[in-house]
């Protein structure tokens, strides 16, 4: 019976990978800054789901202790974002990621 | 059984995942973006993370797509984007371009890696925390977290304090704004205006 088979941590990571191009392709072709934000969550999550795929298969706790660590990292990291990208909008509304041309020498 | 759990939840998160990238309007892609958080939260589940579920809905789906939502609604940037605008021609075939080597390199490795046996899991199985099914997945995490990773977690303390401090640095008013944009910047009032005319 084909329902009897069983995911094999390949099919997780393999998962992990088109989860991670798919938010590699939004960051380069989106220019609104916030969504270009939600899908560098994507690749984090590509990243943790590979970590939790690797613990279970190799049967130790230290790849989900990682992520604990990522997830905490991802947090901080979406507060200081939306906060320049608040501070950004304010200045700009409606600015992309191709107004954003201060730093440009 | 498994195979339709994970079958379900690789759909969910791969839906997600498009409808982030191709919706062109924010609110839609933040929440397409909870169905992937969801969907992975799933496959968590299916590998014995509970723990790491629960904190995967709570953490991402509940606060972090909600800080979005309210970025988002806070700012009123929540109309439509205009996909059809392109300034670089060759950027987004150039973007399509990297994103099929990305994916292929990765499961090249992955199934090269994983040669002639089903799993592709070649590096060395633990010899120190090794996973215990008659342990709670949360004592294990827990006894890990606050003894070989106790300085690293002290560190996150610190990160958040920071990140917490410049985000409030950032995000708040210069001193110097005059009444007008003040006003402007200030959405209560800036919607009362709009509501006054």
């Known amino acids: 019976m084909i ?32 969504v270009m934000f ?14 939790v795929s690797f613990s279970t298969a ?14 905490v990292v991802a947090a901080a990291e979406v507060v200081v974002g939306l906060g320049i990208i608040v501070a950004l909008l304010r200045r700009k509304p409606g600015a992309t990621a191709d107004d954003i041309t201060l730093l440009k020498g | 059984m498994a195979l339709v759990v994970f079958i379900a939840a690789a759909a969910m998160v791969l839906a997600g995942a498009l409808g982030v990238i191709l919706r062109p309007n924010p609110v839609h892609a933040a929440l397409s973006l909870i169905l992937t958080l969801f969907g992975i939260a799933v496959l968590f589940v ?6 790491l579920a629960v904190v995967q ?64 899991i070649t590096g060395q199985r633990s010899s120190g925390a090794a996973l215990d099914p008659s342990i709670p997945n949360i004592n294990q995490l827990a006894r890990s977290l606050f003894s070989d990773y106790v300085f690293a ?25 005059g ?3 003040g ?6 009032k800036a919607s009362e205006k709009v509501g006054a005319k």
């Open chain 2, 179 to 181: 009444p007008a944009r």
């Open chain 2, 57 to 120: 809905v709570i953490v991402y789906a509940g606060a972090i797509v909600v800080l979005f939502l309210f970025v988002i609604m806070l700012l009123g940037v929540d109309r439509t984007d205009d996909l059809s605008i392109e300034p670089l021609r060759v950027q987004r075939p150039l973007a399509v371009i990297i994103g099929v080597a990305v994916v292929g390199l990765v499961a090249a490795a992955v199934l090269v890696g994983a040669g002639d046996n089903s799993s592709a």
């Open chain 1, 58 to 71: 190799l049967d130790d706790v230290n790849g989900q202790t990682a992520v604990f660590f990522v997830l």
């Open chain 2, 153 to 177: 977690f002290e560190v996150t303390s610190i990160l958040l304090i920071i990140a917490v401090l410049g985000t409030v640095l950032l995000a708040r008013r210069p001193f110097r704004a």
């Open chain 1, 3 to 34: 329902l009897a088979v069983t995911p094999t941590p390949t099919w997780y990571l393999l998962l992990a990978a088109v989860l991670f191009g798919l938010g590699t392709v939004g960051l380069l072709i989106r220019r609104n800054p916030l």
């Open chain 1, 38 to 51: 939600m899908c560098v969550e994507l690749m984090l999550n590509a990243v943790n789901l590979s970590f």
């Open chain 2, 46 to 51: 299916a590998q014995d993370a509970q723990f």
């Open chain 2, 183 to 188: 006003a402007q910047a200030t959405g209560d």
